[in-house]
């Protein structure tokens, strides 16, 4: 099995930052992509940010993120972190990790999510 588990998230006022850290643990072989996803109330789960990883390493962003938001990882720590800059209310949801992991060799790749971790920004 494998878990995630994030932390950093929080109550920020608009303009502020905050940064969301996400480690990944148990039966990992490799992990082929991670990345960040975001649910707010009455909303569908969108993608925020995300790498992957494989000949070269890309990077994918929302286009409702990007120039404010930051994604990158530790691969030696299979951890990756969000850096979240200039937040407005509208980034206001539940920020859910998400790994593509491979957990032997030869094995196919397995979606992994973590619990969520709560995002306020208001004054």
């Known amino acids: 099995q494998v878990q995630l588990v994030e932390s950093g998230g929080g109550l920020v006022q608009p303009g502020g930052s905050l940064r969301l850290s996400c480690a990944a643990s148990?039966?990992?072989?490799?992990?082929?992509?991670m990345g960040w996803y975001r649910q707010a109330p009455g909303k569908e789960r969108e993608l925020v940010a995300r790498?992957?990883?494989?000949?070269?390493?890309?990077?994918h962003y929302a286009d409702s993120v990007k120039g404010r938001f930051t994604i990158s990882r530790d691969n030696a720590k299979n951890r990756v972190y969000l850096q979240m800059n200039s937040l407005n209310p509208e980034d206001t949801a539940v920020y859910y990790c998400?790994?593509?992991?491979?957990?032997?060799?030869?094995?196919?790749?397995?979606?992994?999510w973590g619990q969520g971790t709560q995002v306020t920004v208001s004054s």
């Open positions: 998400n790994s593509l992991v491979r957990i032997g060799a030869g094995a196919g790749l397995y979606d992994y």
């Open positions: 148990g039966s990992i072989f490799s992990i082929a992509a």
């Open positions: 790498i992957t990883t494989g000949g070269s390493t890309n990077y």
